[in-house]
Structure formats: C-alpha cells, structure tokens
C-alpha cells in the first residue's frame, strides 16, 4: 500500500442507483461516516482481480464487526464481463458476501481516475483517503493499515498462494492476445482464456484436451507452478467467443 500524500482526500459518492448493487442497499456517504471502507476495483474475468478476493473475502469476515466496510467494484475490461446478470452471477458462484457495486458505464473508475486491475483504496472513518495500491500484493501492508485505522490488534493473514511469499520472484510473462490467432508459443506461469459461451455453454479444446465452458469468465488453459516455455494450440467450440487469452507471471525456479 502506498499512504495518500494528503489527508484532505475525500471519498467520492457511491451512485444511488439500486438495480447497480449486488449484496448490498445503495450506499451514500452519510451511512459511511464513522466506518473505515475498503474501496476495490476488479473485473471477473481477469485473473489478478480474482486472485486478491481470497484476501478481501477474509478481511471482511475478520473486520466488519469491527467497522471495516468492504467494497468491490465491478468495472469491466473485456466485452464478456461488461453484461451485468454474468457479473451478478459470477459475485454468487465466487461466494463474494460483501457489497459489490456494478460500474459498466466506468463512472465510479473515472471519479476515482482509477488506474487498473484490481485498484485498492483505504479510507478512513472520516471519509478521507489514507493508503491506496495498485495490482496484486501487500497484502500485509493492507491489513495492517485496516487494523491502524480500525485501532484493533493485526496478524496478518497467511498468504493464500506462494507467489504470495514475501521475496518471491517472477518472470515476466508473454503479453496477453486480445485477438486472433490465440494459438503459439508463450512463456507464462500459467494461461488463461476470456470466455462467453452460447447459451447453455460450451466447450474448447486445448492441446487436445477438451475443456468445459460452463459461465462467462476466465478459464485456466494451463498451469504450470513455475515459469514455463510452452504452446498453446486453442479451438473454439461452437458458440464460444474468446475475447482475451492471458499470461500470468511464473515464479522463477530458484524462488523459496
């Protein structure tokens, strides 16, 4: 987490709009004053966003009786998670308890000139900005400065992941295709898929193998644990619109 320059940022209204909330009644500044609310932008359909939800999942179980308000913000990034009944569906099928907003028309992002995937942001009981980060990682950080603000006792989580382990180290991996052809050689530690498929799904096939496409969303194509060179041979089933495939950073083998 990086601590805000100032402490005479103020946290941006919500929109009042009910059909945009999911989990949650519409939440106005008012209703805010005197809890410390965790701001996340994310986007189901990538895979950095849905690797910090472990981590927002827990924080809201362990602090929202304490005062912490937890909230995701659902800004999409690919064609797939801009429909918004697939991102209702997705905040049920990954058991995210805690208010989500739905930002499709990007007007929370640009408010906040939000600068990605996923984009956290911490803010006092007094409504003013005092630590924010962008991406995956300081997780630690992040809950300290919740139990600073929230006065109360920290030991931070365990990492849910080794790429989690304070000095794990990564190779930077093979640029993401946002367009056809999605096949060839890659180095990653893993590869994933944007998926929508047709009603009722679908399937792809992947160096072979056939693989399921149940919902919208990212899909693994391959996972390898470490840095690897591989290729990737992907097939569309009928119906199956692939709107990305995405590399994700391996951990160097020497990593511990």
């Known amino acids: ?73 659902h800004t999409p990034g690919f064609r797939a998670s801009a ?13 995210i308890e805690h208010p989500v907003l739905l930002d499709t028309d990007y007007a929370l992002w640009h408010e906040y000139e939000n600068a990605g995937w996923p984009g956290r942001y911490l803010w ?11 991406g995956e990682g300081d997780y630690g950080e992040c809950e300290r400065a919740i139990c600073e603000l929230l006065d109360t006792e920290c030991v931070p989580l365990e990492p849910f992941s080794p790429a989690d382990e304070p000095g794990a180290r990564f190779a930077p991996p093979t640029p993401d295709r946002l367009q056809e052809p999605f096949s060839g050689p890659y ?53 199956v619109r692939c709107d990305a495939v995405c590399f994700t950073p391996g951990l160097l083998a020497s990593s511990t």
């Open 1 to 73: 987490m990086t601590r805000a320059p100032v402490d005479s940022i103020a946290l941006p209204p919500f929109p009042s709009a009910e059909q945009r909330w999911v989990n949650s009644e519409p939440l106005t500044i008012g209703a805010l004053r005197g809890r410390v609310v965790l701001v996340e932008f994310w986007d189901f359909c990538r895979v950095n966003s849905l690797r910090t939800l472990p981590y927002l999942r827990a924080w809201h179980e362990r602090y929202a009786a304490d005062g912490l308000l937890v909230v995701s913000v």
């Open 124 to 134: 006092t009981a007094e409504g003013t900005l005092f630590d924010y980060h962008y």
């Open 187 to 239: 180095e990653a530690g893993a590869a994933w898929a944007v998926l929508e498929p047709a009603a009722g799904g679908g399937s792809v096939e992947v160096n072979g193998t056939m693989l399921s496409v149940e919902h919208t969303g990212v899909h693994p194509l391959a996972e390898h644990g470490v840095h690897t060179h591989a290729e990737l041979e992907l097939t569309l089933g009928p119906g």
């Open 83 to 95: 429909n918004d009944d697939a991102a209702r569906g997705a905040v049920a099928r990954l058991s």
